[in-house]
């Protein structure tokens, strides 16, 4: 069954440096998502995309964050100039339809572990 | 604004038993979606069971059914003949017609041999 990878499994960058999560989601899938998790915390929703373009985000997703599809398989998460607060798990998703739409489940990578120092 | 309430951090069944995990959620719209998602320790996210707020009837998958209570804005998981593979951290989750989620804080739970 075809999978959400996401790569690296572990990232570690120094406070104030820019990291890129990336993110392949399924082939077919034409809606693509953003998650984090900070430990013992609920996960929360960053940031929806499709078409090209953000179709939704968060108050979490501020100008620090960017989203791009550079090449039309890979979906990466820019975070600028990291903070300490943004250590997290990093979750990408995508979907076939809108998630809201019937038998259409959001399909989840393993995430990437973001350690700040 | 819409939230997600999971009050029970943790739970545990003896494998075998039937298990109920809560879930409540606060909105003011009419037309929504609410999921189960199970999260094992390889940490990738399954959905579990899928409710639209339109329907009357609860959704039911296999061992895993919901209680539906939308004048409470209840939304409920009921686990029957559970399982050790069942041991996993589950969330409960809303989306309305747009692509956002809302996660609750989820409920850790651990099956008994």
């Known amino acids: 069954e075809p999978e959400v990878t996401q790569t690296p499994s572990h990232q570690v960058t120094q406070m104030g440096q820019e990291v890129i999560l990336r993110c392949v989601p399924i082939?077919?899938?034409?809606?693509f998502y953003w998650y984090r998790q900070i430990l013992g915390q609920k996960v929360e929703f960053l940031v929806s995309?499709?078409?090209?373009?953000?179709?939704?985000k968060s108050e979490i997703f501020d100008d620090q964050f960017s989203v791009e599809r550079p090449d039309g398989s890979n979906f990466t998460l820019k975070i600028r100039s990291t903070k300490l607060e943004d250590s997290a798990m990093y979750f990408c998703?995508?979907?076939?339809?809108?998630?809201?739409?019937?038998?259409?489940?959001?399909?989840f990578g393993d995430g990437t572990r973001l350690s700040i120092l | 604004a819409q939230t997600v309430t999971q009050s029970q951090p943790e739970m545990s069944v003896q494998e075998a038993e039937t298990v109920t995990l809560s879930c409540t959620y606060d909105?003011?719209?009419?037309?929504?979606?609410l999921f189960w998602y199970k999260q094992p320790p390889s940490r990738q996210m399954i959905l579990v069971i899928r409710?639209?707020?339109?329907?009357?009837q609860n959704a039911t998958e296999n061992r895993f059914s919901v209680n539906f209570q939308k004048a409470a804005k209840s939304f409920s998981l009921k686990i029957s003949d559970s399982q050790l593979g069942d041991a996993a951290m589950y969330f409960c989750?809303?989306?309305?017609?747009?692509?956002?989620?809302?996660f609750g804080t989820g409920t850790s739970l651990t099956v008994i041999p």
């Open positions: 909105t003011s719209e009419s037309d929504y979606y």
């Open positions: 409710q639209e707020a339109y329907k009357q």
């Open positions: 082939s077919n899938h034409l809606y």
């Open positions: 998703a995508s979907s076939e339809k809108p998630v809201w739409d019937k038998n259409q489940p959001q399909h």
């Open positions: 995309f499709y078409n090209n373009e953000i179709s939704e």
């Open positions: 989750a809303y989306t309305n017609t747009g692509n956002q989620f809302y």
